[in-house]
Structure formats: C-alpha cells, structure tokens
C-alpha cells in the first residue's frame, strides 16, 4: 500500500511538473506570437497613409501602410512596447536640399501658419553618431520632428534637435528656428533655445575636447515627447519627460523677432562668426508660407570638412559611404517612436 502512495504521488509532481513547463512554454509562446504579429510601422502608428519617406539608402515612398524597410524603418520591441525605428547613416543618399541623411517621414498634406496644424510624438533615442569634431554645433546629433517650409527659400521654422557628447551619459533636448530671410539666403541662420541641457551653440574648444556633461541632459534610451500646436500662425511647443520639468514655448510665426541687425541674438555673432553669417528675416517670417511637418531621425553630423563650415560640417567618419561600416562603427543615428498624432491645430487656452 506505501508503494501504491509513493507512486501515485510521485506521478502526481510529474504530472504537475508537466503542466507547469506545459503552461509556461505556452505563455511564452503566446507573448512570442504577439510579438511578431506586429510586422509593419503602420501597425504601431496608423497614421502613416498621411506620410512620404525618405530613407538614408534614398528609397522614397508614399505608400507606408504595410511597408519597411530593413536596417532603415522597421519595428522593435523593447519587452514591454512596440516602436517604430529610424535609422541612417552619417553619409548615404541626401535630398535635393540637404547634405545630410535621413529616415524621416515628410507630411504630404501642406499648410500655412494661419491654418497651422498639430504634431505631437513619444520616442526614445538610441544612438546619434560617436565621430565627429567637438567645435561643431551639429555634430553627434540628429533631429527628431522638424516644420519645413514648401516655397521661397524652404527654410525651416523648427528642428527639434538630440545632441550627446561621446563619453557622456546625458545628452541635449534643444530646438531651432531657421530665420526666413529677406534677399540673399546664404546669410541665413538658427537661433536655438534649450529644453533639457544644453542649446546648439555649446561647442567643445577643440576636435576632441567636450564642455561639461549636461546636469539636467536626458540619456540615450531616455523617453521624452513633444508636441508642436500651430494655431492662428502661433507656434505653440511642449515637451515633457518623467523625472525633468515640463517646458513650454511660443512662437509668432507671423511676425519676426529678428528683422533688424540689431535683433540678432549674441549667440548668433558667436556662434556664426567665423562663416560670416548675419542676415536678417522679413518682417513678415514665413506669414502665408506653405508647411509641412517632419518626424523621424534627419541625422546632423555628416563627413564634411569642418574647416569650411564650423556650425554644419562635423568631419564625421563615413567609410567612403559604406553603410554596413557605418553602422558597425557608431557612425549612424537610430531612433524609436512609440506614438505620434497628426492633426490640426488647436486653442491651447482650451
């Protein structure tokens, strides 16, 4: 009769054993499933029908529903959501306008400040490249979301920048504003305002010399979001991170701050001395202008001699453009949205 007991209870822990690994390895098997359900960016956010692409190897698309694109625009899941990744290189195929690369949505619907329009995006930055040279204002940076104007010089009312030093834990959340210039668009610059750490025109005093870490930076892999409200020619801006103050900004995009030599900022004559770059904006700034909004990763550093252009060019490593090195080496920017809306703009007193 023990014998009996002893192995039936003995079958009893196998058996309980059994459903257990049973159970378990379908648990896994069910989040696994759930897992790779999700194949396409437009499953993670839908508004992609309301996008174009430009990709860092120069694919361009209008057609993202159940589109990606390996090594560029993909999906990840980080264990607990699912994000949309940019990647590009620091030299690949650039657009018409830029000498830098891109994984970066372009709006296709248009419009003007007065109309305006809503952008608003969560995301993470994996990676901004780990070459290049310290006294550039662009370098080891990328943008995230950006306003692009359609006509007249095409410049750019806002470029919400990632910055980070090699070596430092914390980065830079700043953003830029592109005067619209009147006559001669050479002299043009950026007037750039810190959001967490650092802004643009913090620059190390030689190719491999960093200023200080940031106190109040945000790290690579760190979540933030913004939201970018035009309403009534008004640019409305939020940003927000768990752990930082939430900042706010505004922006009259209907009437310009810098219209006179005696308006531009000192950061300006610091900052753009050496390229000699001192215009002035319309009066007007990009009143009836026609825009459109941004969102991806439009990578800042790039393999330009810094010696003709200390702002833009950050002499940056690029392995004669070959992208597999590139990415092999630190030398792209990657990063990862988890949502984003698209819309238009709203009272923000409402």
């Known amino acids: ?199 643009m025109s913090v620059v190390g005093s030689d190719p491999g010399t960093y200023p200080e870490e940031p106190e109040d930076g945000v790290a690579l892999g760190e979540e933030f979001s913004y939201e970018v409200n035009v309403y009534q020619g008004v640019m409305y801006l939020t940003f927000s991170s768990e752990g930082h103050k939430t900042v706010k900004f505004t922006k009259n995009l209907l009437k310009s701050d810098f219209a006179t030599k005696e308006d531009i900022p000192e950061q300006i004559l610091t900052l753009y001395a050496s390229i000699g770059r001192d215009g002035v904006e319309r009066d007007t700034a990009y009143a009836g202008e026609i825009q459109y909004f941004k969102q991806g990763a439009y990578n800042q550093t790039n393999g330009k001699d810094p010696e003709k252009n200390i702002v833009s060019n950050s002499g940056s490593e690029t392995y004669d453009g070959d992208i597999a090195k590139q990415y092999a080496n630190g030398c792209y920017a990657e990063v990862w949205f988890k949502d984003a809306t698209l819309g238009e703009g709203s009272d923000p007193e409402k």
């Open 1 to 199: 009769m023990r014998f009996y007991n002893s192995t039936l209870g003995l079958q009893s822990l196998l058996l309980c054993a059994f459903l257990l690994f049973s159970c378990s390895k379908s648990v896994k098997k069910e989040k696994k499933e759930q897992t790779q359900t999700v194949k396409y960016p437009s499953e993670v956010i839908p508004f992609m029908d309301q996008w174009s692409i430009l990709l860092g190897d120069g694919t361009r698309t209008d057609q993202l529903i159940d589109f990606e694109k390996k090594n560029f625009f993909y999906v990840r899941n980080d264990g607990s959501s699912n994000w949309v990744v940019y990647k590009t290189p620091n030299s690949g195929i650039t657009s018409r306008t830029s000498s830098n690369t891109r994984s970066e949505l372009g709006q296709t619907k248009h419009w003007i400040p007065e109309t305006g329009g809503k952008l608003t995006g969560t995301l993470k930055v994996m990676h901004v490249s780990t070459s290049g040279d310290a006294r550039v204002a662009a370098a080891y940076s990328v943008v995230v979301g950006q306003i692009h104007s359609d006509e007249g010089h095409e410049n750019e009312p806002l470029k919400i920048f990632y910055k980070k030093f090699p070596g430092h834990e914390k980065g830079s959340v700043f953003w830029n504003y592109e005067i619209n210039t009147e006559g001669d668009n050479s002299m043009r610059w950026d007037y750039s305002s810190a959001v967490w750490g650092y802004d």
